[in-house]
C-alpha cells in the first residue's frame, strides 16, 4: 500500500514537467506548421522577416539578436499572449501597458514623454531656422493627451508636465519673435463641456480636436476661422488606434473618425502629392479607400509623404508652409479654408532646404503644428535648414 501511495507521488510530482515539455512540443510545432504572417493588424505594423544566416552575422550575435525578434513576432497564437500580458499587468496593478495606461471611459493613454527629451534641440532648430527666412513664423504645440485628460487618468501616473515645457517653449519663440499658439486653456475648457477633443484608442486629436486648435490659430493671426456650421460632417466607426495596437487591450472599444468637408469647395480643391521627383494630383483631401483598412487614419491627405499641396480655387489669395508631424493631417482641409494655397512638409522624408523652399514658393508664413510627445522625441528637425 506504501509503495503505491510513493508510486502515485512521484506521478503527481512529474504531472507539471509532464505539461511543460508537452506545451513545449505543441508549441515548437505550431511554430513550424503555421503559415507566418507579414503583417499584424492588430499592432499596425510589418512583423520581421526571418534573419539572414551567414557567418559574420552568427559570429557577432546579430543572427540570434534578430531571430529572437522574429521568434517573438510569429510565436503562435501571438495575439491572444500579447493581451493576457496586457491584462496580467493591468490586474497586477500596473495601470497599463507599455507605456499606455488604461483609463476611464475607454480611454488608452500614452504616459508622458521621458524627462531625457530633444525640446531644447528642437527648440534650437526652429530658432536657427527663423534666422534664415524673412517670413512670420508660427507654432502650434498640441498638448499631450494625458494632460489635457487627467481626470480619466489612473489614480497612480507619472506627471505630466506640459505647463513646464510650454513655458519654456513660449519664452524661447518669444524671444526670437516667432508667434506661439497656447491651446492649453481652449481645450481644457472644451474637455469639461463634454467635447472629446483626443481619440480614445490613439495618441492625435479628433477632427473636432483639429479644429478647436484651428480656430484658436486662426484668430491668433487675425484671420476668421471657418464655422462650424459650413461643413458637412460625415461619422466613421471602428477606428482603433496606435495607443490600442500598443497597449495589447484588445478589448476596448473603438473610435469614430469624422470627416469635415465644406460643401462650397467641392470641384474647388486639389492636393499634389509629391514624392522624389514624382508628383501626383488628385481632386480631394479624404481618401476613403483607407477606412477600409487596419490603419485609417490617412483617410486625411493620405497620410505621411514628403511634400503635400493644397490648393483651393475660392480662396483667393494666401500661401503657407507647414512644418508638420502627423497631427496637421486633419488639420489641413481647414487651413485650407483660409490660404489659397498650403504645403505641407514632412521633415522625416523632405531632405531639401526648406529655407529655399519658402524663398522660392514666395510663402507668405511659415506655420509649424507638432504634438508635444513628437516634439520631444523628433531627430529630424535638427536637419532643418
Known amino acids: 500500500m506504501k509503495g ?72 503562435p497564437v501571438r495575439n491572444m499572449w500579447v493581451g493576457l500580458n496586457a491584462y496580467i499587468n493591468l490586474l497586477s496593478g500596473n495601470n497599463g501597458s507599455n507605456g499606455v495606461y488604461n483609463c476611464d471611459e475607454g480611454y488608452l493613454i500614452n504616459a508622458p514623454v521621458s524627462d531625457d527629451n530633444r525640446i531644447n534641440t528642437n527648440l534650437g532648430a526652429l530658432t536657427d531656422f527663423k534666422d534664415k527666412i524673412d517670413v512670420k513664423m508660427t507654432f502650434l504645440l498640441a498638448p499631450s493627451t494625458g494632460y489635457i485628460m487627467k481626470d480619466e487618468l489612473p489614480i497612480v501616473h507619472d506627471e505630466y508636465k506640459d505647463d513646464d515645457y510650454f513655458s519654456k517653449i513660449k519664452s524661447t519663440l518669444d524671444d526670437k519673435g516667432i508667434g506661439f499658439v497656447d491651446v492649453r486653456s481652449r ?11 483626443y481619440y480614445r484608442t490613439d495618441h492625435h486629436w479628433t477632427t473636432l480636436g483639429a479644429y478647436t486648435a484651428y480656430n484658436q490659430l486662426m484668430t491668433t493671426l487675425g484671420k476668421s476661422p471657418a464655422k462650424k456650421s459650413e461643413f458637412r460632417v ?16 484588445w478589448f476596448n472599444m473603438g473610435d469614430k473618425i469624422k470627416l469635415w468637408q465644406n460643401p462650397k469647395n467641392d470641384k474647388k480643391i486639389t492636393l499634389d502629392i509629391t514624392e522624389g521627383t514624382e508628383t501626383k494630383r488628385y481632386d480631394t483631401m479624404y481618401f476613403t479607400k ?96
Open 4 to 75: 503505491a501511495v510513493i508510486v502515485i507521488m512521484k506521478k503527481r510530482l512529474l504531472l507539471p514537467t509532464i505539461v511543460f515539455l508537452l506545451f513545449i512540443f505543441v508549441t515548437a510545432v505550431l511554430f513550424i506548421v503555421t503559415p507566418k504572417a507579414d503583417y499584424s493588424s492588430y499592432e499596425k505594423r510589418y512583423l520581421e522577416d526571418f534573419p539572414e544566416a551567414n557567418l559574420q552575422a552568427i559570429a557577432d550575435g546579430e543572427f540570434g539578436e534578430n531571430f529572437e525578434k522574429y521568434l517573438a513576432d510569429h510565436f
Open 187 to 197: 481645450f481644457k475648457s472644451e474637455v469639461q463641456s463634454g467635447n472629446q477633443l
Open 234 to 249: 460625415e461619422s466613421c466607426p471602428d477606428f482603433y488606434g496606435t495607443t490600442y495596437s500598443t497597449s495589447g487591450f
Open 290 to 385: 483607407h477606412l477600409n483598412e487596419d490603419d485609417k487614419y490617412p483617410v486625411f491627405i493620405d497620410g505621411n509623404h514628403a511634400l503635400e499641396t493644397i490648393t483651393n480655387k475660392n480662396v483667393k489669395s494666401g500661401k503657407a508652409l507647414v512644418i508638420k508631424d502627423s497631427f496637421a493631417h486633419s488639420m489641413a482641409p481647414f487651413l485650407a479654408e483660409n490660404y489659397n494655397t498650403v504645403t505641407l512638409v514632412d521633415l522625416r522624408y523632405y531632405k531639401n532646404s526648406i529655407s529655399e523652399l519658402v524663398k522660392n514658393g514666395k510663402y507668405d508664413e511659415v506655420l509649424v503644428v507638432y504634438g508635444i510627445d513628437n516634439f520631444a522625441t523628433d531627430t529630424d528637425l535638427v536637419w532643418l535648414s
